[in-house]
C-alpha cells in the first residue's frame, strides 16, 4: 500500500457505513473505537484491509498506521511468519475440549523471557487479566482495598472504569487512587488504610488519553516496592499497552520495576487474541484459588500467534527498530514543531510515543493536527498514544515528517501559534 | 477420523504434559478444563487435532466429540465453509482501529433473526455480555439487585461465581438467588426488595453442572415474565449454552420466552471467539451509557465465521438434525439403561443432552460410565451437559449407542446394578 499523495481523504462510505451501524449497535461504534474518541467526521470510521505498517478503510484511503489497532500489531499488519503459524494451527482445529501442547509451550516461553514468572495464566482480554490479578491479590492478603492511579486504563470493568454508567458504589467502595509519581500520596493512603490495602495496581509508565504520558520520577519504583515489602502489599504492573514492544523481558525491566505480578496482552500475538498474567511462585495457591475461565481461552490459535510473535521480537532487530524509528519521529516532531513556532512535546516511550502542543488546554491544536495528518494518509490518535510497528520504514518517518512540516501551519492559520 | 476399535485407550502422553505444564501453569490447566472436572487420569487432558464431529487427544486416541469445546462447535471442526470466510478475512486483516463491514452486516443478521433484538453489542467472553448486561438493567432501572438462579453459570466473574476465591462479599451483595423454577422464591424475593431488583438473569432452561438438567416447569416464562412487568425488573435471558443450536432465532423461541436482553456466545461462529448482547430499543440509550470495550473485540475474523455459520444454521438442516440424532441418542440410553437394570435420564433439550442415572447421589455411575466411553473413544463428560453437532452421523450414534451397550454392564460389575 501507498499513500494518496494529491489530495485530502474523505470518508463518505465511513459516514454510509456508520449511519447502517447506528440503528442497529448501541453508539454505532462503541468502546475505545467510537468515532467521538477520535475527531468526528474527519477521520475513518471504518477499516477495509490492512498490510505491513499501513491500512487502508473503506472509502479506499490508505494511512501509514501509527495506532496498530491500539497496540496489538507490533510486527506489522498479516505478518507472513505469524499467518502461517495460525493458518497450520487453524487446519488442525480452533476450538477444543483441552488445551493444547502449544499451551504449555507458550507458558514456557513466556516464563523464560519474563524474570519474575514461575507460572503464567491466559485469557482473551486485559480486562480478564487486570480483574483476576487484583482478584488474586485479595485472596493472598485476605484484604480488600486495592490502589491504582488516577486515569490510568486497566480495562473496561466496574472496579477501573471512568464511566459511571451502570457502576455500583460497592464496585468501587474499595480501589483507593493517587496520582502518578506521587509517592507522598500512596504514603498517605497507606497510613490511612493500614492493613487493608491487598494490591496496587500500575501501568510502568503513565499514559492516560487526553493527556501526555508521563515517566517514572527518579527512585519511583524502588519506593514503590520498598512501601510494597513494608506493607504487604502486591505490586501488579499492568503492562498490557506495551507488553514486550519496549522489552522482550518486559517492561518493568525498562524501568527496573520489581513486580509480584504481571498482566500482558496486546502486542504479544501480533493482533490475535490473548492476555497472559504471570506471578511469582508464592501468588500459585491465590491464583489457583481464583477461578478463572472462559469458552475460547485455551483456543491454540492466538497461541501459535503468540509463540511465532515473541520468537521474532526476541531474534529480530524488531524491538531496537521501533524505538529508533520512534525517536526519530519524536525529535522529527519536536524540531518541526520549533521550527512553525511550537513547543510540542513527544511524551512516552519512542516505540509508543504521543505528542501534545504544550499550552493546549482544550487539545484543539493536537486535534486539528491529527485531523490534517489523518486526511493526508498518516493516521495518528489526536487522544491516545501511537504506536510504533516494525514494519514501519525510514521512509514512513520521511514521509511522515514531510508531512508535518505542510501540517504544523495549518494549524497555525486556524488556531494561530 | 474414525474410533479405535480394539483397545481402552490411555494417556500417557497428555499426563507428561500435565506434568510440564503443572510446573509453569496454576493447576497446569485451569478453569471449565481442569481434567479434576472430568475424570482425573481417565480422560485425555491435551487435544491434538479435530474434524467434523471427532478430534484427536496427544496420545492418538480418536473420539467422537460430543463436548464440542464445551458448546462453540455446532457445525462441526474445521467447517470448510466457515473455514474459508475466516482465511479470507485474515488475509485482510486481523486486527484494526477500527471495525469492518463485517460488524454491521453482522449486526444487521442478528437483528433480523432475533425478534425482540432491535440492536446488538458484541465481545469475546460470555462473561463479558452476562456482567455488562447486568450493568445495563442497573443503569436503565437504577436500581441495585440482580436474582438469578442458584447453580447456574453465568462466567466467572466475581458477582456470579460459585467459587468464593477473591471474591469480596460486597461484589455478591446486591446478587439475589432463587431456586430454578420456583416462581414462589421469586415472589418473596421481589416482596422483600420492593423497587431494589434491576434484573433477573436466567437460562432458558437450567443446565448446572452435577446435576440432570431441568426444563421449565408450565407457565413459568409466563409468570417470569409478569412478575418482570409488574416490577418494572429487566429479564436477561443468558442463552451462550444453548445458542442457535435450538432455534435460529434464539431459544427463547422454544421456550416462549419475552426476554428483555439476551446473551450469546458459543456456537453462533462455529468455535471462533465472540459473544453478542442484544436488546430492545427502550434499553439503547442505557446500553449507551455503560462503556464496553475490549482491545480485539472489534476484530472482523469470528464476524466472518459467524455471518457464515448463521446462514449454514438458517438454510440447513442442521437444527432439525441436531436435534433428531440428540433424540436418538436419548433413547437409546434410556433404553439400554432399562435393559442392563438401571433407570437413566437424559435430559434437557435432545441437542445438549445429558445423563444421570436416577439414584447416583454422588455421581459415581455415570463417572463411571463416562471414564469407559471415553475409554473406547467416545468423549462424554460426566459433569457437563452434552453437545450434538451438525457433523455428527447416525452412525455416530449407532456406534455410540452399541458402546453403552457394553459399558453398561461394566458399570454395574463394578458398581452393581
Known sequence: MSQKN??????????????????????????????????PGASPYFADRAEGGYFRDVDGNEFIDFLC????????HNHPEVENAVRKQM?????????GELMVQLAEKITSLVDLADWAIFAKNGSDVTTWAIRVAREFTNRKKIIMAKGAYHGAHAWCTDYPGGVLPEEKENILAMNWNRIDELEKLTATHPGDIAGIILTPYHHPTFAAQEMPVDGFWKKIRKICDREGILLIIDDIRACFRLDIHGSHEVFGIKPDMICFAKAMANGHPI????????????AEAVFFAGTFWFSPVPMAA???????????????KMKQLGMRLKNGLEDLGKKHGYNVTVSGPSALPY??????????????????????????????????????????????LKTADKVFPIVARELGA
Open 6 to 39: 494529491n489530495e485530502r481523504y474523505s470518508y463518505e462510505n465511513s459516514l454510509n457505513l456508520f449511519a447502517r451501524a447506528a440503528k442497529i449497535i448501541p453508539e454505532g461504534i462503541y468502546g475505545h473505537q467510537n468515532p467521538a474518541f477520535v475527531i
Open 69 to 76: 489497532g491500539y497496540g496489538p500489531v507490533v510486527l506489522g
Open 91 to 99: 487446519a488442525k482445529g480452533s476450538c477444543f475440549n483441552h488445551p
Open 275 to 286: 492476555s497472559t498474567a504471570v506471578g511469582r511462585d508464592r501468588y500459585r495457591e491465590a
Open 306 to 320: 503468540a509463540l511465532t510473535t515473541l520468537n521474532i521480537l526476541e531474534t529480530s532487530d524488531a524491538i531496537p
Open 355 to 400: 505528542m501534545t502542543f504544550d499550552d493546549d488546554p482544550d487539545l484543539y491544536h493536537i486535534q486539528v493536527f491529527c485531523r490534517e495528518m489523518i486526511a493526508r494518509g498518516i493516521f495518528l490518535h489526536p487522544h491516545h498514544n501511537w504506536f510504533i510497528c516494525a514494519a514501519h520504514t525510514d521512509a514512513d518517518i520521511d514521509y511522515t
